[in-house]
């Protein structure tokens, strides 16, 4: 019997109450074909009612693949745990999704994403739950908020235990009755292949819960082929954990993508055909961002400025020489940009998200880059939720795994939010100063603990277009200063704590300030000979 159905047949076979599990990134690999179809089931027939979405990663995005916004209908949709949510400018309308979590009309918990899919993993060896550090100390902690967004989230996921001496987080298991997830080819048995697709995700272990708990698994795919014509070492997701596969030609590979091939490793793009950031002050922040990496590095990066890192050591004839690694899955090649992020090209290998996240909560790789909304007196920083424009934020995806156990991390931003910035002299150029400080007394939400970091001997710095600081044991330290920047009146005054002053205050190189090539090596900790007094 075919394994083939339509997307609204699809939709069909969820029931109320449910819990569904969607494999997806954002626009990466969202199966929003059938997410669509559960949707307009609902709204011709009252059904699906009140189920439970789980989200390891994200599903869809503001500009045009909707994922989760299709089933963001109050009575559908009844309880949602994400790694992330759609965000985008605060000038665009908001997501229904964040309409519903500001409305407390649907339960929204914000759940960091390795942990997510380990508890998909527990669940698929019918194991009671996950016990884990990550997230102590911060928003998952339920000292704190307990992954909880919103009043309506009222029923605890996750509770502290002792274990063998040791203080622990303890996520329950939970089962999903329905997994949806999404490949690239099936053939008539449901086999699936990832040819065309950026990442695997966790496809796999989402099937696995589902299937090993008697539930059913829908892939939505661009093709099916006949049985046998698949090689069996591409086939990801065999044949015997998919029930049911709906075709959708059209799907996009990720947000604003049709197919783009170097992106699933298909072919390789010249270096060349990378465009250079532009000479701006993002620019210069990313450039001594990258000051900070060294020959040989395993360095996962985030999502804002940081991201731009990999373009400054492609300019400056060091591209090579650090390895990068994403949370999607990506290893090497060069990571990409705005709606792309969370995709490479060129990568040396693709590994399953739940895998990379295994690799990050151990801290396995060498540095960490990524950015920050607030940083406080703890040093903690804030990069999940801001009340005001709760939108523009995604939420923490995989942060939390990334920086629980990271041997160093470059946090980078600027040091306030709206001040008007130019390039001039070879400095900074304060030209009107903004009104939301960045560095206060409390975060409104802890992404990353900096007691645990200071803790675990963690390497921490925190790099702004005006300063650069680092954390010790005794709060934050300015240990370096731009160019054009007075460090009581732009610094030191501008923060809302106190903050510390090293007895060896750097200057930042001038050349970061300049639109040329800045020289920049990563042989055995020189870079531009170091920065100077």
Not at 37 to 47: K, L, N, Q, T, Y
Not at 70 to 78: E, Q, S, V, Y
Not at 415 to 426: E, P, Q, R, T, V
Not at 503 to 532: C, F, M, V, W
Request: proline letters at 5%; glycine letters at 10%; one cysteine or more.
């Amino acid at each position: 019997m075919s394994k083939v159905v339509s997307a609204a047949e699809a939709a069909g076979l969820i029931r109320d109450g449910m819990v569904v599990s969607v494999s997806s990134s954002s626009g990466l690999g969202c199966p929003d074909a059938v997410m669509a179809a559960i949707g307009e089931r609902f709204d011709s027939e009252g059904h699906p009612k009140d189920i439970t979405t789980l989200h390891p990663i994200a599903a869809g995005d503001m500009y045009g693949i909707k994922g989760i916004d299709h089933l963001a209908k109050p009575g559908l949709l009844k309880r949602t745990l994400c790694g992330s949510y759609p965000s985008g400018p605060s000038s665009s309308e908001p997501p229904q999704i964040w309409k519903m979590i500001g409305d407390n009309s649907v339960a929204a918990y914000n759940v960091p994403s390795g942990i997510l899919f380990d508890m998909h993993r527990e669940a698929a060896a019918k194991r009671p739950g996950v016990l884990t550090k990550v997230g102590l100390d911060t928003f998952a902690d339920p000292r704190h908020q307990g992954c909880a967004m919103n009043a309506a989230a009222s029923e605890p996921i996750v509770s502290v235990q002792q274990f063998d001496g040791e203080e622990w987080l303890y996520f329950r298991s939970i089962v999903p009755h329905v997994s949806i997830i999404r490949a690239t080819t099936a053939d008539e048995r449901g086999n699936l292949t990832y040819e065309h697709e950026g990442a695997y995700l966790g496809g796999l272990e989402q099937a696995l819960a589902a299937r090993n708990n008697g539930g059913v698994v829908i892939a939505q795919v661009k093709r099916v082929v006949e049985n046998g014509t698949l090689k069996p070492h591409d086939v990801r997701v065999p044949g015997v954990l998919v029930d049911h596969i709906v075709v959708a030609p059209d799907q996009l590979q990720t947000t604003l993508t049709p197919y783009d091939p170097a992106i699933s490793g298909e072919i390789f793009r010249p270096l060349s055909s990378f465009r250079n950031a532009e000479m701006n002050v993002q620019k210069v922040i990313a450039r001594r961002v990258a000051m900070e990496l060294r020959d040989g590095m395993a360095v996962n990066i985030g999502f804002g400025i940081s991201a731009n890192v990999p373009r400054i050591l492609l300019e400056e004839g060091q591209h090579g020489k650090v390895t990068w690694v994403i949370e999607q899955g990506a290893v090497g090649g060069v990571p990409l940009l705005d709606f792309k992020f969370g995709c490479a090209s060129n990568a040396e290998a693709i590994m399953p998200s739940p895998h990379q996240f295994i690799y990050f909560q151990a801290g396995g790789f060498d540095a960490s880059l990524l950015s920050f909304l607030q940083i406080d007196r703890h040093g903690s920083v804030n990069v999940s939720k801001l009340s005001a424009r709760p939108h523009v934020t995604a939420g923490a995806g995989g942060f939390v795994d990334i920086t629980a156990r990271a041997k160093k991390i470059v946090f980078s931003g600027f040091f306030n939010a709206g001040a008007k910035l130019s390039l001039a002299d070879g400095g900074i150029h304060i030209d009107q100063e903004g009104k939301v400080k960045k560095v206060v007394n409390e975060v409104e939400h802890i992404s990353f603990s900096g007691k645990r970091a200071v803790a675990q001997g963690q390497d921490i710095t925190y790099v702004t277009e005006r300063c650069v600081m680092k954390l010790t044991p005794e709060g934050l330290v300015v240990t370096e200063i731009a160019p054009g920047v007075d460090l009581q009146r732009d610094v030191l005054a501008q923060a809302e704590i106190p903050l510390g002053i090293a007895k060896d205050l750097k200057t930042t190189p001038e050349a970061l300030y300049q639109d040329r090539l800045i020289g920049l090596t990563l042989n055995g900790g020189a870079s531009l000979g170091g920065a100077h007094d």
